[in-house]
């Protein structure tokens, strides 16, 4: 039996629309502030497009994918277009 080598991407903690939380020494002015506030989604994004570009058989997500308690519409549907996607 030959042995068919796999290839995935795994992606722990994304945490789909939580803020990523910095210290910056610059003014923080709407437009860093909105870059901070969706990093997340553009990550994932980027993880998404990778996993296709390296047309991997499958990606492992873990950990958090997004936090249930915060009931962001954005996370979901992002998760969700990044599944229709693959």
């Known amino acids: 039996m030959a042995?068919?080598?796999q290839r995935?991407?795994?992606a722990a903690n994304i945490r789909l629309d939580v803020p990523v939380s910095v210290q910056?020494?610059?003014t923080?002015?709407?437009e860093l502030?909105?870059?901070f506030e969706d990093a997340t989604l553009?990550?994932?994004e980027g993880v998404i497009e990778a996993s296709v570009r390296h047309d991997v058989d499958f990606l492992l997500l873990s950990?958090?994918?997004?936090?249930?308690?915060d009931r962001s519409?954005?996370?979901?549907?992002?998760?969700?277009s990044g599944v229709k996607k693959l």
């Open 3 to 5: 042995f068919e080598p």
């Open 8 to 10: 995935f991407i795994h």
């Open 24 to 26: 910056t020494s610059e």
């Open 28 to 30: 923080l002015t709407d």
């Open 33 to 35: 502030r909105f870059a």
């Open 42 to 44: 553009h990550a994932f």
């Open 63 to 69: 950990g958090n994918v997004f936090v249930e308690a």
């Open 73 to 80: 519409l954005r996370a979901r549907l992002t998760l969700l």
